[in-house]
């Protein structure tokens, strides 16, 4: 059993930087991550993840090239470094991790195990 914490969340300006933490009571190490968003009024979608071991990468088109996941196993975290930040990326951020499953089915939702609570992020002036 996991119980994953996010962290990093907060009110940013447009144009600004964040970096979100995802860590886990247990190890992470063979679990795929993805972190995932959820707006105001709009259905939680895949913003991010990442396999367990050949870092393979999945990125949601609108975030492709400002946001950057990554993985420490060292640390036990994943990280998701969001540059550019824009008002529409406002939204809950959650991480997520899932063992049985491939790193694009994993941002469809699909095989997820563990879901954390969440980290608000709100982008704007």
């Known amino acids: 059993q996991l119980q994953i914490v996010e962290s990093g969340g907060g009110l940013v300006q447009p144009g600004g930087s964040l970096t979100l933490s995802c860590t886990a009571s247990g190890s992470l190490a063979d679990y795929r991550v993805g972190w995932f968003r959820q707006l105001p009024g709009k259905e939680r979608e895949g913003v991010s993840c990442?396999?367990?071991?050949?870092?393979?990468?999945y990125y949601h088109g609108s975030v492709e090239g400002r946001f950057t996941i990554s993985r420490d196993k060292a640390k036990n975290a994943v990280y998701l470094q969001m540059i550019d930040l824009k008002p529409e990326d406002t939204a809950h951020y959650y991480c997520?991790?899932?063992?049985?499953?491939?790193?694009?089915?994993?941002?469809?939702?699909?095989?997820?195990?563990?879901w954390g609570q969440g980290t608000q992020v709100t982008v704007s002036s």
């Open positions: 990442i396999s367990s071991v050949e870092s393979r990468t």
């Open positions: 997520a991790a899932g063992a049985l499953t491939t790193v694009q089915a994993l941002c469809g939702q699909i095989g997820i195990n563990y």
